[in-house]
């Protein structure tokens, strides 16, 4: 008779159920794993597209508000999905909200004058995330400062000439939140006041801004980095930031005037343009102040920018009826020594006493100059390629006129200073005049235009 074989001793029909329960487990764990990695990926995801249209949402807020604010239609309505977030609208009222602050200064007359305007926002709130109409723009704020970002830009328009500055100025005080769709409704009275021009407020409110050296503008604001980095896009433009008083500072220069003009005691050149001569005219007509004529001991046109300082010096040491001079370019960054030049000729001096008069032409192909240095032959510092020695008289007052000018303003505007360093000013300021024409480098504020437009918002 055969064996018998005892059923447990198969294992057959286990085998089979050990690899379901394998299958199972490892689905189960594939699962698992893609849950706990994507899920936050998702929610990620969600959340980057419900900003999303809530920035979309502003964008045409953003064009609404302006239809409402520049005439084209004074009542103006946006649908916005809440998607559990808040609304607040922040009025003017609340000044902490957001305040723009427009500074005019001439540092020639010592003059600055301001005014400033309040903001206000309408703000979307949703955890950590911010998205906030403000000054005419749409900012996004996704947890901290370093994470501002402009979503449309404001009404700041900046071609290098004309600076327009509409502010939009936001007064109501609502809020809302849920999770369904909202309305932002706009009313505005489209009667923009004017800030500037307007001499009536203030004789310094005038076009063209020639009367001024820069105009600054402040803005205090929650996205302030936002601000300074649209400023600094538009190019022509220096913004910087003031981070314990959450401020954008944004600057612009303004042209300063050329042609004859009356002789002060300072004159403003602006940045000149790359090329080889950019100066065209610079010359001084003096008139003598007194009796004793025009006989200055040390006569001084002296500019400084930085580590750098350009000097033309005046005497009368020669004899009677001339005028010495001395050009001296110090770099202190680069060289411990100044470059200094002698004139060969000299500036005639016309008439006697009171009535003396001499021009000073500063930009003379004819009148030369000599360098000067006791320990002899010298490599410039500033002139490239260039070995100069004492006596040395290749260089005419236009050369070093158009080289070291073109150094002076590399970086910036310059103010020349202007008078007698020693003993009493021979020269008469009312009768005295100062030529000076250039190729400018642009990027000036000529025409200023800026208006506050009010606009009643309310959420509900």
Request: proline content about 4%.
């Amino acid at each position: 008779m055969g064996t018998r074989q005892r059923p447990f001793e198969s294992c057959k029909a286990v085998s089979s159920v050990v690899g379901l329960l394998l299958m199972y487990s490892l689905a189960i764990i594939a699962v698992g794993i893609i849950l706990v990695y994507n899920v936050p990926v998702l929610n990620d995801m969600q959340d980057s597209a419900k900003a999303q249209k809530v920035e979309q949402a502003f964008t045409v807020l953003d064009s609404r508000m302006s239809k409402a604010a520049l005439g084209e239609s004074p009542y103006q309505t946006t649908s916005v999905s809440l998607m559990g977030g808040e609304i607040n609208v922040n009025g003017a009222e609340e000044a902490e909200r957001g305040i723009m602050t427009i500074q005019l200064i001439n540092t020639t007359t010592n003059f600055s004058e301001e005014f400033n305007c309040s903001l206000g926002t309408v703000e979307y709130i949703k955890d950590d995330r911010k998205v906030a109409y403000e000054g005419g723009g749409v900012w996004a704020n996704y947890g901290s400062n370093d994470r501002t970002v402009m979503v449309s830009p404001p009404e700041f328009h900046y071609n290098r000439v004309t600076l327009t500055l509409p502010i939009m100025t936001i007064n109501g005080n609502s809020s809302i939140t849920g999770n369904g769709n909202t309305a932002i409704t706009v009313t505005s009275d489209n009667q923009p006041y004017v800030l500037y021009p307007n001499p009536s407020l203030s004789a310094s409110r005038t076009n063209p801004t020639d009367h001024l050296d820069k105009v600054v503008v402040y803005v205090k604001s929650d996205y302030y980095r936002g601000w300074a980095n649209y400023a600094n896009s538009m190019g022509a433009t220096n913004a910087t930031l003031d981070d314990e008083n959450k401020t954008a500072i944004i600057q612009f220069t303004t042209q300063p005037p050329m042609g004859t003009q009356p002789l002060t005691s300072r004159l403003k050149v602006g940045q000149l343009c790359k090329i080889d001569e950019p100066v065209y005219e610079f010359h001084f007509d003096f008139d003598a102040a007194a009796s004793s004529g025009l006989n200055p001991k040390n006569y001084g046109i002296t500019a400084t920018s930085g580590t750098r300082t350009l000097s033309y010096d005046l005497q009368k040491k020669e004899g009677a009826n001339q005028l010495d001079l001395v050009v001296t370019y110090e770099d202190t960054d680069l060289s411990a020594d100044p470059e200094r030049w002698v004139s060969v000729e000299n500036y005639p001096v016309f008439n006697t006493n009171e009535n003396q008069n001499s021009t000073v032409d500063l930009v003379n192909d004819s009148f030369m100059m000599e360098f000067t240095k006791q320990s002899g032959v010298k490599d410039s510092f500033s002139w490239s390629n260039v070995t100069i020695e004492n006596g040395n008289v290749s260089y005419s007052i236009n050369d070093l006129t158009q080289h070291y000018m073109k150094l002076m303003t590399e970086d910036s505007n310059i103010v020349f200073y202007i008078g007698s360093n020693t003993g009493q000013d021979p020269v008469d300021y009312s009768t005295s005049t100062v030529t000076i024409e250039y190729c400018g480098l642009g990027n000036y504020i000529t025409y200023l235009h800026i208006t506050q437009n009010e606009l009643d918002v309310t959420v509900e």
